[in-house]
C-alpha cells in the first residue's frame, strides 16, 4: 500500500513507479510507492485516481517523484539521473499544423521544464511515449533518455497543482535490446543506485 513520506523539511512526498519489478529491496527500505502500470495510460489513470482519492482525504503530497528505470544511447548505463524537461515522443499533429509532440490546444511546450533539480543528482532530458525505445530508434529522439510514464505522472500532478521530480536509472540502450533479460537484468544494480538518489531527495525537499 502507498504511504507518504516526509522529507527532512517536513513536506509530503509520494514515491510513483511503472512496476513491481522495479521496486527492490533497498528502495523498499525506504518507501512504499504508488504503482501506476506501465504505459502513459495506464500512468495517467492509476495516479489521477490515487491523488483524487488523497485530495478527497485532505491528503494531497506537496510532491510527487515519478522514480524507475529508462534508456538511453548517450547516457552512462547504470547511473541515475534527474529529469529537467520532459517531452511526449508519441503526439504527433504535425498535418493539422502542430509542432511534433506539441498536444494541440493545450498550453505546454514541446519540452516541459520541471520545477526542482536536487544537488548532488545528474541531469538529463526526458522523453515519454508508450513504445520500448531500442537501437535506431533512438535516431528520432531528441531528449538524453526515454521512459514510457513520466510525462503521464507530471500530466495528472499538475492537475492538482503538485510539482514533480523525475529519476530514472538507466537500465539498457547502449546495445540494442534482445529480450526481457536485457533490461531485467540491469535492475538489482539500479535499486541500489536510485536509493542513494532518493536519500537526496528525502533531504532536499
Known amino acids: 500500500m502507498m504511504q507518504l513520506v516526509k522529507s527532512a523539511s517536513g513536506k509530503s512526498i509520494l514515491f510513483v513507479m511503472a512496476t513491481e519489478v522495479e521496486y527492490g529491496p533497498h528502495l523498499k527500505a525506504q518507501f512504499s ?12 489513470v492509476i495516479l489521477t485516481a490515487a491523488l483524487s482519492g488523497l485530495n478527497a482525504q485532505g491528503q494531497l503530497p506537496d510532491i510527487v517523484v515519478s522514480i524507475g528505470s529508462g534508456g538511453s544511447r548517450s547516457l552512462e548505463q547504470g547511473e541515475v539521473y534527474q529529469a529537467t524537461h520532459l517531452a511526449y515522443r508519441d503526439m504527433d499533429a504535425t498535418a493539422l499544423g502542430f ?17 526542482f533539480l536536487i544537488k548532488g543528482i545528474k541531469t538529463a532530458t526526458l522523453s515519454t511515449g508508450a513504445s520500448v525505445v531500442s537501437g535506431a530508434a533512438f535516431d528520432q529522439i531528441a531528449e538524453n533518455m526515454v521512459d514510457m510514464e513520466t510525462f503521464a505522472h507530471m500530466r495528472a500532478s ?32 539500479l535499486d541500489r543506485h536510485l536509493a542513494a538518489a532518493v536519500d537526496l531527495v528525502i533531504k532536499q525537499v
Not at 33 to 44: H, M, S
Not at 160 to 181: K, N, T, V, W
Open 33 to 44: 510507492p504508488l504503482i501506476t502500470g506501465v504505459g502513459p495510460v495506464e500512468g495517467a
Open 99 to 115: 509542432e511534433k509532440g506539441r498536444t494541440p490546444f493545450l498550453e505546454l511546450p514541446v519540452q516541459v521544464v520541471l520545477p
Open 158 to 189: 499538475d492537475h492538482f497543482g503538485i510539482p514533480l521530480i523525475a529519476l530514472r536509472g538507466i537500465s539498457d540502450g547502449a546495445e540494442d535490446l534482445q529480450h526481457y533479460g536485457s533490461w531485467a537484468d540491469a535492475l538489482p544494480a
